[in-house]
């Protein structure tokens, strides 16, 4: 079992910055791909970004490219979304995921924190 709770939304005007952050419970939390998704309001939850193991292998969407960076500590258990230059469009309920394999777009990973809101006024 892994628990995730997320830590880090608000709001933020456009243009700004805002940093996400994810602690995990569990001792094999360095065996674990790790995801961030995202969900507006009348939306579908979209996959923003992933990370596995020892972080060299990254992902993103093609929307948060070049804004957003991810990062994890796995002495901390913890994994981190560095979100830059901010758009309105970024406004959604931010979720961490976990997985014990590479997170695939279509696929639900096995586990999901509560949700963090991020909102970016114009």
């Known amino acids: 079992q892994v628990q995730l709770v997320e830590s880090g939304g608000g709001l933020v005007q456009a243009g700004g910055s805002l940093r996400l952050s994810c602690a995990a419970s569990?001792?094999?939390?360095?065996?674990?791909?790790m995801g961030w998704f995202r969900q507006a309001p009348g939306k579908e939850r979209e996959f923003v970004a992933s990370i596995c193991w020892s972080g060299g292998s990254t992902r993103y969407a093609d929307s948060v490219k070049g804004r957003f960076t991810i990062s994890r500590d796995n002495a901390k258990n913890t994994v981190d979304l560095q979100m830059n230059s901010l758009k309105p469009e970024d406004s959604a309920v931010y979720y961490c995921a976990a997985n014990p394999s590479p997170i695939v777009i279509g696929r639900s990973p096995d586990y999901w924190g509560q949700g963090t809101q991020v909102t970016v006024s114009s």
């Open positions: 569990g001792r094999t939390f360095w065996n674990y791909c």
